[in-house]
């Protein structure tokens, strides 16, 4: 999608989208195009449902007065609460409203009507809004026809200060290639997208600064992280961990690590899972694909801060060769686990993550993201992840980055009465803890590896990593999901 900015000028343009506030409160270039047709936008406005609410849209087509094929109002909502995600919720709605319409063009008239935003960045904010959600993952459709194809090819963006609208945009530009990097990587079928080529993935961010390092199965051994390498025994696809280090802050300031569950496809191993469905754990990578994406976001926009993503790489396939339950693995800490069930098996790459780590880096803070169990599902649904915190501040700045970014968190507990149902007979610990509180004795699995004194939080995003209903900035499919949610966490916590 090829996105301008332009300073204001009589539209050349198959679609022009202009903003109308609630209760139908016009902005200037919607008066003047009421104006310019005599009337029309009004008494198209009388004699339809039109309110001006956020995502509602009022089409006119070839408006007499104006030479445009297509006037689009669209609502706003209350324009005095337009902040950043509202404008860029505005225009990405207003881009799927449009993408098969037969519109090849599409200019969006940004006026802020005393809103709290300068001109400039409610633009920035738009074309951001746009440039997510015209995603579309289509590598593999070979015989669509063109008129299944979105039809809009070009946005612009017109705006009073075009110029200072491109400057703000700039960093968001490098936000949302992030993002697709990430929804790219989740999309990917399990055949093309496995441990190794997953890493090379990785490799490319060297492009942008990242220093990154892979380690093969030979070096994980040395290393020690056996319980990360017990996930991926039943494979003939060989495991991985990958390192990016960004180093944009001070030599002497301690970073912030992020870390995240690669599995790139989930069987379940021994503890195998039900036919239906299990196509959809192609994308039990969603952590790393967060991670990753996150690295790509904070190293594109040139962060000030020190940054770590680690991501262990595995496929957990049944074979001869597979882990069992029962078997007895002993983690890089030194921590013994019983593996009671080889469907848990996230934990277990994470686990090993989270001490190398914290031997290697001595992080001011850890965040873990995975797609780790079905519980939080169960009980979040797919509106929030779940978060886990050993640190109310680290905890309240994820919530906030999340609020603002519209990537929302719930918090939920973590407690010592819940580790007993981890207890082990023969082992330090077992895997798996039951089905009652699924999810949070998981994160109480893995926060026994966590370093007293160490801010620390686990995500759970097993319900936020895929979507089958599209929102105005995320389409359907792979979401990328934590990637805003981090990016904006470096820069309200890490950055400075």
Same mark, same amino acid.
Request: net charge negative; proline share 4%; glycine share 12%.
């Given at each position: 999608?090829?996105?301008?900015?332009?300073?204001?000028?009589?539209?050349? &343009?198959?679609?022009?989208?202009? +903003?109308?506030? *609630? @209760?139908? $409160?016009?902005? #200037?270039? !919607? /008066?003047? %195009?009421?104006?310019?047709?005599?009337?029309?936008?009004?008494?198209?406005?009388?004699?339809?449902?039109?309110?001006?609410?956020?995502?509602?849209?009022?089409?006119?087509?070839?408006?007499?007065?104006?030479?445009?094929?297509?006037?689009?109002?669209?609502?706003?909502?209350?324009?005095?609460?337009?902040?950043?995600?509202?404008?860029?919720?505005?225009?990405?709605?207003?881009?799927?409203?449009?993408?098969?319409?037969?519109?090849?063009?599409?200019?969006?008239?940004?006026?802020?009507?005393?809103?709290?935003?300068?001109?400039?960045?409610?633009?920035?904010?738009?074309?951001?809004?746009?440039?997510?959600?015209?995603?579309?993952?289509?590598?593999?459709?070979?015989?669509?026809?063109?008129?299944?194809?979105?039809?809009?090819?070009?946005? &612009?963006?017109?705006?009073?200060? +075009?110029?200072? *609208? @491109?400057? $703000?945009?700039? #960093?968001? !530009? /490098?936000? %949302?290639?992030?993002?697709?990097?990430?929804?790219?990587?989740?999309?990917?079928?399990?055949?093309?997208?496995?441990?190794?080529?997953?890493?090379?993935?990785?490799?490319?961010?060297?492009?942008?600064?990242?220093?990154?390092?892979?380690?093969?199965?030979?070096?994980?051994?040395?290393?020690?992280?056996?319980?990360?390498?017990?996930?991926?025994?039943?494979?003939?696809?060989?495991?991985?961990?990958?390192?990016?280090?960004?180093?944009?802050?001070?030599?002497?300031?301690?970073?912030?690590?992020?870390?995240?569950?690669?599995?790139?496809?989930?069987?379940?191993?021994?503890?195998?899972?039900?036919?239906?469905?299990?196509?959809?754990?192609?994308?039990?990578?969603?952590?790393?694909?967060?991670?990753?994406?996150?690295?790509?976001?904070?190293?594109?926009?040139?962060?000030? +801060?020190?940054?770590?993503?680690?991501?262990?790489?595995?496929?957990?396939?049944?074979?001869?060769?597979?882990?069992?339950?029962?078997?007895?693995?002993?983690?890089?800490?030194?921590?013994?686990?019983?593996?009671?069930?080889?469907?848990?098996?996230?934990?277990?790459?994470?686990?090993?993550?989270?001490?190398?780590?914290?031997?290697?880096?001595?992080?001011?803070?850890?965040?873990?993201?995975?797609?780790?169990?079905?519980?939080?599902?169960?009980?979040?649904?797919?509106?929030?992840?779940?978060?886990?915190?050993?640190?109310?501040?680290?905890?309240?700045?994820?919530?906030?980055?999340?609020?603002?970014?519209?990537?929302?968190?719930?918090?939920?507990?973590?407690?010592?009465?819940?580790?007993?149902?981890?207890?082990?007979?023969?082992?330090?610990?077992?895997?798996?803890?039951?089905?009652?509180?699924?999810?949070?004795?998981?994160?109480?699995?893995?926060?026994?590896?966590?370093?007293?004194?160490?801010?620390?939080?686990?995500?759970?995003?097993?319900?936020?990593a895929w979507s089958s209903e599209a929102k105005p900035t995320v389409p359907k499919g792979g979401t990328g999901y934590?990637?805003?949610?981090?990016?904006?966490?470096?820069?309200?916590?890490?950055?400075?």
């Amino acid at each position: 999608m090829k996105i301008a900015f332009l300073d204001p000028a009589d539209a050349s &343009t198959d679609a022009l989208v202009v +903003a109308v506030g *609630a @209760e139908n $409160a016009l902005s #200037p270039a !919607a /008066e003047a %195009a009421d104006k310019a047709t005599g009337g029309a936008v009004s008494r198209a406005i009388a004699a339809s449902r039109f309110t001006g609410k956020p995502r509602q849209f009022l089409d006119l087509l070839a408006p007499n007065g104006l030479s445009i094929g297509r006037l689009v109002l669209a609502g706003l909502g209350k324009p005095a609460e337009a902040n950043a995600k509202a404008w860029q919720d505005w225009a990405g709605a207003a881009y799927s409203h449009l993408a098969s319409s037969g519109a090849a063009s599409v200019t969006l008239q940004v006026e802020t009507m005393g809103g709290p935003l300068p001109e400039s960045d409610a633009a920035a904010n738009a074309a951001f809004g746009v440039g997510l959600a015209c995603y579309r993952f289509d590598r593999y459709r070979t015989t669509e026809k063109p008129d299944q194809k979105p039809s809009v090819t070009e946005a &612009t963006i017109m705006v009073a200060g +075009a110029k200072a *609208a @491109e400057e $703000a945009h700039t #960093p968001l !530009a /490098e936000i %949302a290639a992030g993002v697709t990097l990430a929804r790219n990587l989740v999309c990917e079928p399990a055949n093309v997208l496995y441990p190794e080529t997953l890493a090379e993935h990785c490799a490319t961010l060297s492009a942008q600064g990242v220093d990154v390092e892979i380690m093969d199965e030979a070096r994980l051994e040395a290393i020690g992280m056996r319980t990360l390498l017990a996930v991926g025994m039943g494979s003939a696809r060989d495991s991985r961990v990958v390192v990016m280090r960004w180093m944009g802050g001070p030599d002497d300031q301690a970073p912030v690590a992020l870390v995240g569950k690669g599995v790139t496809f989930d069987t379940g191993g021994i503890s195998i899972k039900p036919a239906g469905g299990m196509e959809d754990m192609k994308w039990d990578m969603g952590g790393s694909a967060a991670v990753i994406g996150a690295m790509r976001a904070i190293s594109g926009r040139k962060a000030k +801060a020190n940054v770590i993503g680690i991501v262990g790489l595995v496929e957990n396939m049944p074979s001869d060769r597979a882990q069992r339950p029962g078997d007895v693995v002993t983690s890089l800490s030194g921590q013994t686990v019983e593996v009671i069930n080889t469907d848990a098996e996230g934990r277990l790459v994470l686990c090993d993550l989270l001490t190398y780590v914290q031997q290697t880096y001595k992080p001011k803070a850890i965040v873990d993201l995975a797609t780790l169990t079905g519980a939080i599902i169960v009980g979040l649904g797919h509106h929030n992840g779940g978060l886990f915190a050993n640190d109310d501040a680290l905890a309240d700045g994820l919530t906030s980055a999340g609020k603002s970014v519209g990537e929302h968190l719930w918090r939920m507990p973590l407690g010592e009465e819940y580790d007993k149902a981890l207890k082990s007979h023969i082992a330090d610990m077992k895997n798996v803890g039951g089905r009652d509180g699924g999810s949070i004795t998981a994160a109480q699995f893995l926060k026994r590896f966590v370093e007293d004194g160490t801010p620390w939080a686990h995500l759970d995003i097993a319900g936020m990593a895929w979507s089958s209903e599209a929102k105005p900035t995320v389409p359907k499919g792979g979401t990328g999901y934590g990637v805003r949610l981090l990016d904006q966490l470096v820069a309200d916590q890490f950055e400075g």
